[in-house]
């Protein structure tokens, strides 16, 4: 619901803590709403998982993450530029060159993020270097109102630094902290494995013989880029069934050293990789492409927000905890979802919620909400480690948007365009970004909105619309 703006909003302080796409929409939203905001960034740059390093937790990289990307050098996009722009800021090709493809580098969607930072003026409301150590409640106020002590420490400094915040927005994003699968024998391999998180560059596969433990987008992609120095690479999938896709029977079929296997049954000392079938391979490297667990290992909530395989709760719509809203908020916890689009809207909930501009369900509705939710779940069959996952439902996102903060719903040719990408995703992963063709809807929408200059394209052209 919306109400007027109540008169004591603009003393707030809040603190964002990550100044990734998430928590630098957070801080555009809250600043529009008057508030006073101070981004904390542990990485010496904006732009979260975008911000990559060549560095990698070498030192034990199946243990927990030291480096927060999770990106890998050769890394393009898997959405299309036009989806990836904030309402009002497009994603368009850099007037200084750069990768103007659809489907461009890691590298250009960094630029742009920064390029948002600057237009926006933002950059004043982050601190780099600065890591979180500890958020907390602060003790109780006379008027009953929740503060939030921030415990902060900067790169270099031996002082830590406290402060007392009215809210605190959690904007951490949920790649970084790798999920492994539980696998008999893995703390007895002597050979070498190393979580996607870990994974850089392929230069020390050459001539080995590799197993990826998952056959998702990531472990398809690594797949890929193995193929070209491994002796040999086998894919390991839940169910090889299931997971034999278009895309997948194509790779399979292109490449001679490329191998589609069940599950991983245990892992022998001697080398060997026992899969359900019986069968074995003798792998020099085991790679587990596995995905993330949510942590917040600085987040003192006294039980009030747990993670719970790998669902955090209890979040109202995926953001707030009944108990302490609106002063604790997430953004940034949904999965397979539109970005930055969704970001947006999640943080403009937030800042009109903490502006006054709109009120929340009293607590107890909001987790009478949370539990309805994960009864629907439970009766579906869905396990609670999918508890946000939103599978890109667009129209789901839409009202999602409307309900929560009147967002405008997505044209009907991006949902086309993001559509159509999907699909040749799942046909052939190796061609999809390079070998599109757009529908009129989508390139009368293209025309419109700025992205092409071109006037009639014949509809058997490929690449028609490529950003000028």
């Given at each position: 619901?919306?109400?007027?703006?109540?008169?004591?909003?603009?003393?707030?302080?809040?603190?964002?803590?990550?100044?990734?796409?998430?928590?630098?929409?957070?801080?555009?939203?809250?600043?529009?709403?008057?508030?006073?905001?101070?981004?904390?960034?542990?990485?010496?740059?904006?732009?979260?998982?975008?911000?990559?390093?060549?560095?990698?937790?070498?030192?034990?990289?199946?243990?927990?993450?030291?480096?927060?990307?999770?990106?890998?050098?050769?890394?393009?996009?898997?959405?299309?530029?036009?989806?990836?722009?904030?309402?009002?800021?497009?994603?368009?090709?850099?007037?200084?060159?750069?990768?103007?493809?659809?489907?461009?580098?890691?590298?250009?969607?960094?630029?742009?993020?920064?390029?948002?930072?600057?237009?926006?003026?933002?950059?004043?409301?982050?601190?780099?270097?600065?890591?979180?150590?500890?958020?907390?409640?602060?003790?109780?106020?006379?008027?009953?109102?929740?503060?939030?002590?921030?415990?902060?420490?900067?790169?270099?400094?031996?002082?830590?630094?406290?402060?007392?915040?009215?809210?605190?927005?959690?904007?951490?994003?949920?790649?970084?902290?790798?999920?492994?699968?539980?696998?008999?024998?893995?703390?007895?391999?002597?050979?070498?494995?190393?979580?996607?998180?870990?994974?850089?560059?392929?230069?020390?596969?050459?001539?080995?013989?590799?197993?990826?433990?998952?056959?998702?987008?990531?472990?398809?992609?690594?797949?890929?880029?193995?193929?070209?120095?491994?002796?040999?690479?086998?894919?390991?999938?839940?169910?090889?069934?299931?997971?034999?896709?278009?895309?997948?029977?194509?790779?399979?079929?292109?490449?001679?050293?490329?191998?589609?296997?069940?599950?991983?049954?245990?892992?022998?000392?001697?080398?060997?990789?026992?899969?359900?079938?019986?069968?074995?391979?003798?792998a020099d490297t085991v790679v587990y492409c596995t995905g993330y667990n949510y942590s917040f290992p600085f987040l003192e909530t006294e039980g009030k927000v747990t993670v719970d395989d790998n669902g955090v709760g209890p979040l109202y719509e995926h953001v707030f905890p009944p108990s302490l809203a609106p002063s604790l908020s997430f953004v940034g916890i949904p999965s397979k979802v539109i970005l930055p689009q969704f970001a947006e809207v999640q943080a403009r909930w937030v800042a009109h919620v903490l502006s006054g501009r709109r009120t929340l369900p009293s607590p107890e509705e909001m987790l009478r909400a949370v539990e309805e939710h994960a009864a629907s779940m439970e009766a579906a069959?869905?396990?609670?480690?999918?508890?946000?996952?939103?599978?890109?439902?667009?129209?789901?996102?839409?009202?999602?948007?409307?309900?929560?903060?009147?967002?405008?719903?997505?044209?009907?040719?991006?949902?086309?365009?993001?559509?159509?990408?999907?699909?040749?995703?799942?046909?052939?992963?190796?061609?999809?970004?390079?070998?599109?063709?757009?529908?009129?809807?989508?390139?009368?929408?293209?025309?419109?909105?700025?992205?092409?200059?071109?006037?009639?394209?014949?509809?058997?052209?490929?690449?028609?619309?490529?950003?000028?």
């Amino acid at each position: 619901m919306e109400d007027k703006v109540s008169p004591d909003w603009s003393s707030k302080k809040v603190c964002v803590v990550g100044a990734g796409m998430w928590g630098l929409a957070a801080a555009r939203e809250l600043r529009r709403e008057g508030l006073d905001v101070a981004v904390l960034e542990q990485s010496g740059g904006v732009g979260g998982q975008w911000l990559y390093d060549a560095a990698t937790d070498g030192g034990d990289p199946l243990g927990l993450a030291g480096v927060h990307s999770s990106i890998f050098a050769s890394l393009r996009l898997n959405s299309p530029r036009e989806m990836m722009g904030f309402s009002d800021f497009p994603f368009r090709p850099s007037a200084a060159g750069g990768d103007a493809r659809r489907y461009p580098v890691h590298g250009e969607l960094l630029r742009y993020v920064r390029d948002f930072c600057d237009v926006f003026g933002l950059m004043d409301a982050v601190r780099l270097n600065t890591r979180v150590v500890r958020v907390a409640m602060a003790p109780p106020r006379r008027d009953g109102s929740l503060k939030w002590t921030g415990t902060s420490k900067r790169d270099g400094e031996e002082v830590e630094t406290e402060e007392v915040f009215d809210a605190v927005v959690v904007a951490t994003g949920h790649y970084s902290q790798p999920r492994l699968p539980s696998i008999e024998g893995m703390d007895r391999w002597r050979r070498r494995q190393l979580h996607s998180h870990s994974y850089r560059v392929s230069d020390s596969f050459h001539g080995e013989v590799v197993v990826i433990v998952g056959c998702s987008l990531s472990g398809m992609e690594i797949a890929l880029e193995l193929l070209c120095v491994a002796k040999e690479v086998h894919l390991s999938a839940k169910s090889t069934e299931e997971d034999m896709v278009a895309a997948t029977s194509k790779m399979l079929s292109r490449h001679g050293n490329l191998h589609l296997r069940p599950q991983v049954e245990h892992l022998r000392e001697d080398g060997r990789v026992v899969f359900d079938d019986g069968s074995c391979v003798v792998a020099d490297t085991v790679v587990y492409c596995t995905g993330y667990n949510y942590s917040f290992p600085f987040l003192e909530t006294e039980g009030k927000v747990t993670v719970d395989d790998n669902g955090v709760g209890p979040l109202y719509e995926h953001v707030f905890p009944p108990s302490l809203a609106p002063s604790l908020s997430f953004v940034g916890i949904p999965s397979k979802v539109i970005l930055p689009q969704f970001a947006e809207v999640q943080a403009r909930w937030v800042a009109h919620v903490l502006s006054g501009r709109r009120t929340l369900p009293s607590p107890e509705e909001m987790l009478r909400a949370v539990e309805e939710h994960a009864a629907s779940m439970e009766a579906a069959g869905t396990p609670k480690r999918r508890t946000h996952d939103l599978l890109l439902d667009l129209e789901q996102c839409d009202e999602y948007g409307e309900r929560t903060c009147g967002f405008p719903r997505m044209e009907q040719w991006k949902k086309e365009i993001l559509r159509s990408s999907f699909s040749g995703l799942l046909d052939d992963i190796e061609t999809y970004r390079d070998g599109y063709r757009d529908s009129d809807l989508v390139r009368h929408g293209l025309r419109h909105d700025g992205w092409t200059n071109e006037k009639d394209v014949g509809d058997d052209e490929e690449h028609a619309s490529l950003p000028a």
